[in-house]
């Protein structure tokens, strides 16, 4: 079956950066790309951006651009890495399994990352 | 704020029927997508291109349509389906995802 399983949580400093990776089993990685998404404490979903498997093409949120980056290493992992962190980016981190080529959808999603921003 | 309006919040008793709305310019040319998320769990796909539903999800969820709005309908509502839920599209030029900021059903 298909599952995307997340690292664990993190607690880092305002400043600092934070990876979270989103490992993938039970389909072939490059036929979906994986698309971020975060989730502040009793807020709705925020898009951060996606990033084709098949071809490393990325889409970042406006609002995030020149803090983010997505990788994958081709075959079944995927990461997120946001840089310069403030307390407004405590929060939870979902990768999720993404389907479409125009408007995209999330078919799977991981179980989610608490990344905490305190000094 | 959010690119797509969903009530905060809907009140329904078990067995009736709930209607969650979405409403937004892209609705009119892009699909919309629901997803179900529980306290404390990652979302769930419930409907997709505005009125299919993924394996799995019980029949009572389905979806429809109407100019720049869209609605998730569950019939027969049960204790189980008590959840927030939000829509999702894209924006009008398609670069970029959009969610709505969710509805919180409560399942009396």
């Known amino acids: 079956q298909v599952q995307l399983v997340q690292s664990g949580a993190e607690v880092t400093k305002p400043g600092a950066s934070v990876t979270v990776s989103c490992k993938t089993s039970?389909?072939?990685?490059?036929?979906?790309?994986i698309t971020w998404v975060r989730q502040a404490p009793g807020q709705g979903l925020e898009w951060m951006g996606w990033?084709?498997?098949?071809?490393?093409?990325t889409n970042y949120a406006q609002k995030l651009q020149g803090r983010i980056t997505m990788t994958t290493d081709t075959t079944t992992t995927g990461y997120m890495e946001l840089r310069s962190l403030t307390s407004d980016d405590t929060a939870v981190y979902y990768c999720?399994?993404?389907?479409?080529?125009?408007?995209?959808?999330?078919?799977?999603w991981g179980q989610g990352t608490l990344v905490t921003v305190s000094s | 704020s959010y690119d797509l309006t969903q009530p905060p919040s809907v009140s329904v008793s078990p067995g009736q029927t709930a209607r969650i709305t979405c409403s937004g310019d892209?609705?009119?040319?892009?699909?919309a997508y629901w997803y179900q998320q529980k306290a404390g769990q990652a979302p769930l796909l419930v409907i997709y291109k505005d009125t299919e539903r993924p394996s799995g999800v019980p029949e009572r969820f389905s979806g429809s349509s109407a100019g720049t709005t869209v609605t998730l309908t569950i019939s027969g509502v049960q204790t189980e389906d008590d959840a927030e839920y939000f829509c999702?599209?894209?924006?009008?030029?398609?670069?970029?995802?959009?969610f709505g900021g969710g509805t919180r059903l409560t399942v009396l």
């Open positions: 892209p609705l009119s040319k892009k699909h």
């Open positions: 999720a399994r993404t389907v479409g080529a125009i408007t995209l959808y999330f078919d799977h």
């Open positions: 039970g389909y072939a990685f490059n036929n979906y790309g």
């Open positions: 990033i084709s498997s098949y071809n490393e093409k």
């Open positions: 999702q599209s894209a924006d009008s030029s398609a670069t970029s995802v959009i």
